[in-house]
């Protein structure tokens, strides 16, 4: 079955405290993207990635990191994190040839940092 | 990055009624269009999708949006909506004329339907 998937699905940490946020497909996919949902602000780009060890800045990266050693995975760092993080994440992939590139998306992370 | 931007944050409506949603975006060159639903407590779905051809798009659970090019516009529609129409909408905008396939999102749309 084509998916994304992601882990955890829950996460509750505190201030400061690395985590990582994995995020796999089974599509071959080229592109990937990383999301975070708040309320009244609908989905906003975190990172993306066009390819193996291509990545680039989305509209709010600030306190992130990602990478993207392996094609099927780009996980989401968070090196520091901060109660400003707490949110809905959401991992996507998508083609990158002809098309309308829809992406898919993950099932989503709900990540609290008290 | 191009704008998206949907004129409803919440709309509530009794089974049965017909549902449109607004969506508008600020890019003039050539732009692929989608809505998205979110369920309560599922992941984003594709609902349709519109990349060239036919601006009226028909998706999936009833749902069609028409693409106004003039007024850069791309609504959604159902003619009758039922109870488990509840979620969340997103419309979403990327322009590979720009090679940007970053997916803008609007703020997104709660529909309740009431029973």
């Known amino acids: 079955e084509a998916q994304v998937t992601q882990n955890p699905r829950y996460l509750i940490t505190v201030t400061g405290k690395k985590l990582t946020v994995t995020c796999s497909q089974n599509m071959n996919h080229e592109y990937m993207s990383w999301y975070r949902q708040d309320p009244g602000l609908g989905l906003r780009q975190i990172y993306y990635?066009?390819?193996?060890?291509v990545t680039d800045k989305g509209d709010v990266p600030e306190g992130y990191k990602v990478s993207r050693k392996e094609k099927r995975n780009f996980p989401l760092i968070l090196e520091s994190p901060s109660p400003n993080q707490t949110s809905l994440y959401f991992c996507?992939?998508?083609?990158w040839g002809e098309g309308s590139h829809e992406q898919y998306f993950g099932p989503g992370t709900r990540l609290t940092v008290t | 990055a191009q704008s998206v931007s949907q004129h409803n944050h919440h709309v509530i409506l009794s089974e049965a009624a017909s549902l449109e949603l607004g969506c508008n975006y600020s890019y003039g060159g050539t732009v692929n269009l989608f809505w998205y639903v979110q369920y309560p407590g599922q992941h984003l779905q594709l609902l349709l999708k519109y990349f060239s051809g036919d601006p009226l798009v028909k998706g999936i659970k009833g749902f069609e949006a028409e693409f106004i090019k003039s007024k850069f516009s791309f609504n959604l529609r159902k003619p009758s909506v039922q109870w488990s129409d509840t979620a969340e909408y997103f419309c979403a905008v990327n322009a590979p004329s720009l090679n940007d396939y970053k997916l803008s999102f609007g703020a997104g749309t709660t529909v309740t339907v009431r029973a």
């Open positions: 996507a992939s998508s083609s």
């Open positions: 990635s066009m390819n193996v060890e």
